[in-house]
């Protein structure tokens, strides 16, 4: 089964960022799903042999299209999570990560969640006074709450070591362990 598209209402900027660099983007779609790309000019070829990985690979480019023509920059992560999110049969959802936008960096770069959990983690840290974040190493629970504005309280002015401990009003000063000489 073989499918072409022509693709002349993106830039050339925006081609070479759905191809990624060399065309990881598509050889990642390519071995995941079992299908063929091929990028000629600004006519896309898909090629396929199983009929459902076929219309999952079309489900990915379109998706990963709509992305580009909104003017967000795909990585080789949003390829990644597409393929997943198209395994669940959930890929519709890929668009809810990039209507929320955190903040944005230094560089004026716009911050979105990476995944349907850490937008739901956002949500939740917006809503409630107090989220216990549980997770695997490397999935944003830390960085993830300070750097949302307006979530984390600024530090009070001055030095750290001027803060008050707790209930260091209460405690009555004690002399520390060790040998005493008289």
């Known amino acids: ?15 070479n960022n759905f191809c990624g660099n060399h065309d990881e983007n598509f050889k990642m779609i390519e071995e995941a799903l079992g299908v063929e790309i091929s990028l000629r000019g600004d006519e896309l ?18 998706a990963l299209l709509g992305l580009i023509s909104k003017g967000i920059n795909i ?15 959930n890929l519709s959802r890929i668009n809810e990560l990039y209507n929320v936008r955190i903040t944005k960096t230094a560089s004026g770069k716009m911050i979105y969640p990476k995944t349907l959990g850490q937008k739901e983690y956002y949500y939740a840290l917006k809503r409630n006074d107090v989220v216990f ?28 070591w001027q803060f008050p401990a707790l209930g260091s009003e209460r405690r009555t000063p004690r002399k520390p362990p060790g040998r005493t000489r008289l």
């Open 1 to 15: 089964m073989t499918e072409q598209v022509k693709l002349e209402e993106y830039s050339i900027a925006q081609l």
């Open 45 to 62: 070829s898909l090629t396929g042999e199983n009929n459902d990985n076929f219309k999952k690979a079309k489900n990915v480019i379109a």
């Open 75 to 89: 990585t080789r992560r949003d390829v990644v999570y597409a393929l997943k999110l198209a395994k669940e049969d």
């Open 133 to 160: 974040g549980i997770g695997p190493a490397g999935t944003g629970k830390t960085s993830g709450g300070p750097s949302f504005p307006g979530l984390a309280e600024p530090p009070p002015p001055g030095p750290p």
